[in-house]
């Protein structure tokens, strides 16, 4: 009997860190960030203003539980009891139904301050492609928002779409962005980055005899083009930070920063955890004004 | 702040833009909306530590916009959009 293939090529893995230099036991204020996404969920701990932990991971079909697991996950190995958490905020689409937060904040406010943070203040544009949208934030040296946009209408161009077309074309999510520089030459951009006709767009050039790794240099640079277009909406001053999952895609950003002339800031940081780390910074900011949880 | 909002498919981009610096939330262009696009709101939702009243795009009304505004927006002879005649600050304008 023929043997079924069940790899998830759109398949990228979850995570967990914890900064071995904090001692929670120590910190004045313990802070959380929430963020519960369309694709995935992050949590972050803060102890003083200071990244103690985090978690980063698949948004199930049930936001208050994938709030409650990220929550989980990030806390795990850490010994610290819940009850510890100063203030927690939920942002994200699912910023609404995360249980244990004592109020929510818009992705858009969360993601310039988490920017801001994890690139460092000169960062001035922040594009955040996450799973099922694209936003584009331009903010000051206080990472607050002067001018953002958000594109959460239609997916093309976002991650979700990246994972379809990975799984289309059985080519690990992870590797997509390399092998899409392993061409002979830079082929012409898919006409349409719409998830809906993905396989459509594949399909055809794959018939017309396309190397698997010209389709996907192809999407790549469509991709690209679109988030473009969409940002030059908002203007994009240097520096150029990129938060979101598709930050890791060196395939869509290094076409991306080819066409606009600027190099983009460098993070050791995981990019996906913007959104949270800004929701766990507010919460910190708002424990220090006195505003925070009635105990 | 310069808040877009809206969105971009494949017909094209629909964005209202609401310059929230001089927008004191006086609430003319709900009235003025016959199709209660506009909302008045105590707090700014992005951006946090400013609490004063602000203009915002109804959340559900955000990815319909080409259809709530249509409307106001006859494709010849298109009269002044009754939201931006009503602001007294000229804090709102449409990309389309």
Not at chain 1, 210 to 222: G, R
């Given at each position: ?32 960030g ?12 803060m102890?003083?203003g200071q990244l ?53 904040i818009t992705e858009i406010a969360c993601h310039a301050r988490g920017a801001h943070f994890i690139y460092g203040p000169e960062v001035r544009t922040v594009l955040d ?6 936003k584009a934030i331009r903010c000051d040296e206080k990472g607050k928002v002067v001018n953002f946009l ?81 940002i030059?909406?908002i203007g994009i001053e240097k520096e150029f930070a990129i938060t ?18 600027l190099e983009p800031m460098h993070t050791?940081w995981?990019t996906?955890?913007a959104g949270?780390v800004g929701a766990a910074l507010f919460?910190y900011a708002l424990?220090q004004k ?6 | 702040m310069i808040a ?15 310059d929230t610096d ?22 700014d939702?992005n951006d946090p530590f400013r ?46």
């Open positions: 009997m023929a043997e079924e293939n069940t790899q998830e090529y759109w398949r990228w893995t979850e995570s967990h860190w914890k900064n071995p230099d904090i001692r929670w036991e120590d910190a004045k204020i313990v802070t959380v929430i963020d519960v996404g369309s694709v995935s969920s992050q949590a972050v701990v102890t003083d103690y932990a985090y978690s980063n991971m698949r948004t199930g079909s049930d936001s208050p539980e994938s709030a409650r697991n990220a929550l989980n996950f990030g806390l795990e190995g850490t010994n610290m009891p819940e009850s510890r958490i100063d203030y927690c905020i939920g942002t994200g689409y699912g910023r609404v139904n995360v249980p244990m937060a004592d109020r929510s492609v996450g799973g099922q949208d694209c958000m594109n959460d209408k239609c997916a093309a161009g976002t991650g979700r779409g990246m994972e379809v077309f990975a799984d289309l074309l059985s080519v690990p999510i992870i590797d997509v962005g390399e092998r899409s520089f392993q061409v002979k030459e830079e082929p012409e951009s898919v006409s349409s980055t719409c998830v809906v006709y993905a396989k459509t767009e594949a399909t055809g050039l794959l018939r017309k005899g396309w190397q698997v790794n010209e389709v996907l240099a192809a999407y790549c640079s469509a991709m690209a083009h679109r988030i473009i277009t969409l030059e909406r979101g999952g598709l930050a890791k895609n060196r395939g869509v950003i290094e076409r991306l920063m080819k066409e606009i002339g050791d995981d996906q955890i949270a919460s424990v006195g505003k925070g949880r009635k105990k | 877009n909002y809206g969105y971009r498919d494949g017909s094209g981009d629909y964005f209202i833009t609401i001089k927008c004191d939330g006086c609430g003319r262009c709900v009235q003025a909306c016959p199709g209660d696009v506009f909302q008045v709101v105590d707090e939702p609490e004063e009243p602000i203009v915002i795009i109804v959340s559900d009304k955000r990815k319909k916009l080409k259809y709530e505004c249509g409307p106001c927006k006859p494709p010849t002879n298109r009269p002044p959009l009754p939201c931006v005649k009503a602001c007294p600050q000229d804090v709102i304008s449409h990309s389309w």
